[in-house]
């Protein structure tokens, strides 16, 4: 079984917490997975708040190797579950043709080659956030919050957008769930680790430190900055500003925090319901720290592409489906590879355009799917384009 990239800290910290250790301590991580007897690997830190160690803790309770395969069986199932989501939001029945090809779209997608191969939690996340997008189209505002609440509890930076576009809403049984739910989460989680007594504020604050200064800073100068997928990275290759960048990127995503309240109007459901859900994950993406697995999310709006193809608007469809396409393959870390080799000319290589434009594609290419869905929430909302779930 191949050794997945993330997934030893993730056990690690577990056992951990299980263990009564620190799971943020990343020595200690280092220590209980050189006990497995697994070959020889560089543990990383372990990030995720409090509350997700409760929800991963069973993870610990069984060998490495059986952990190992069983989160890869558990990523290959949840994916199941994202087809079938995806193509009730589209419309699209298991028994049509267009089930085998959305299902294949889905599965050409490199977010979700790269989290199974990571061994990462996004996968998770995707199903929570879609399960309570279901949630809230059948008027179920405590599951959808619950839901929400264990995918913020895993990754925060994945959902942050959702609970603020709900409290902007005052949708406040949605509001109630999510924050009960992430309470009861935490408190099971630092009540384990003040029981047993382990340093576990510092070590986390430790480890934000380390990693904001080296592999999460998006003003790194190195290449692998481009593995980052936020807004504030692609405007640091264009300015030195902390304020220009933090700014620009406030402005704009308060903007179309706005137009998504907006057209989503008073306790949306169905397609505009999805709309915004779908403008809320482009925000995430952009607004926060990701890579490239955290973008299993563009579901929701390949979902869009996919019912509006099937209702007759190929061209319009064709647009945020042209946006996803690169998608199939991971273009930052491809292009760092072709670049570090000398494939590509070194003057074309330190020109702007290639640093600016074609190295963070995969960034202005999500600003384009953002700017897509909210003209196809605004068509929808001036009613100058049928709702196609009527």
Known sequence: MRLTADFPHIYSAARAWLEGDNPYDVQTLQMIYDRTGVREVQVNWFLN????????????????????????????????????????????????????????????????????????????????????????????????????????????????????????????????????????????????????????????????????????????????????????????????????????????????????????????????LLLVYSLLAELALLGAYHRIYDATVLVLPLSIAALLWRKGQARLAGIGLLCMLPMVISGAAALIIVTQQGYVPQGVADSMFWRGVVMPHVVWLLLILLAWTAVVGMLVRGELLENPWK
């Not at 996968?123 to 995918?151: C, K, N, Q, Y």
């Open 49 to 272: 708040p409090p509350g997700a160690l409760p929800m991963l803790s069973p993870l610990g309770l069984v060998s490495f190797p059986t952990a190992n395969v069983a989160w890869l069986l558990v990523s290959l199932g949840l994916i199941g579950v994202i087809v079938v989501q995806t193509a009730w939001w589209a419309r699209v029945h298991p028994r049509e043709p267009g089930f085998l090809l959305l299902a294949a779209a889905i599965l050409a997608l490199s977010p979700f080659h790269t989290s199974v191969a990571q061994g990462q939690l996004s996968i998770v996340v995707t199903v929570f956030v879609l399960l309570a997008l279901r949630a809230d189209h059948e008027d179920s505002p405590w599951r959808a919050g619950l839901l929400l609440a264990m995918a913020a509890s895993l990754k925060p930076q994945m959902v942050f957008a959702f609970g603020l576009y709900y409290l902007v809403t005052g949708q406040w049984r949605v509001c109630l769930a999510a924050v009960a739910g992430v309470a009861v989460l935490t408190l099971a989680g630092v009540g384990r680790m003040e029981l047993a007594g382990v340093g576990w504020w510092n070590a986390w604050q430790e480890a934000f430190a380390a990693t904001s200064s080296t592999v999460n800073n998006p003003r790194l100068v190195e290449d692998s900055r481009y593995l980052i997928l936020s807004l504030p990275m692609l405007l640091y290759l264009w300015t030195d500003s902390p304020v220009v960048v933090w700014t620009v990127t406030i402005t704009l995503l308060s903007g179309v925090g706005a137009l998504t309240v907006w057209i989503g109007g008073r306790r949306p459901r169905g397609f505009r």
